[in-house]
């Protein structure tokens, strides 16, 4: 149970597959409810758009899929605040009533495809 939910983009990877020599992988984008917030280093936050942070966090109803690089799995990326993050963690924290999933992400490189890295193929939100 998360009080503090938005809608947000959540892009899901299929598997890897390999297609006259390159590797491709298919995905789908759907609306996914988390409270979304920065990771800060520190103890003071950026203001507002001032600068991109390169991890965020967010609590959910939802399990995601982190990467894991060894097994080949791309894990699920967030748009948040005009930009792709990947999913590194996703924790269940059900030890109160209030039972959630914490996850955390990691800006999403520019070494990654730039078809993989087009904005959402749908946009409400944020």
Known sequence: ?????????????????????????????????????????????????????????????TELTPCDQEKKVKGDWLFFRGSWYQCVSSVKDDNTFLSHWTSEFELVSDTESALLREPPTITKGD
């Open 1 to 61: 149970m998360v009080i503090f939910k938005r809608e947000h983009t959540l892009r899901h990877f299929g598997e890897l597959e390999y297609k006259f020599g390159h590797e491709t992988c298919p995905y789908t984008d759907s609306f996914f409810e988390a409270d979304v917030q920065p990771v800060t280093m520190g103890s003071t936050m950026a203001e507002a758009g001032a600068e991109l942070s390169s991890r965020v966090k967010a609590w959910s109803d």
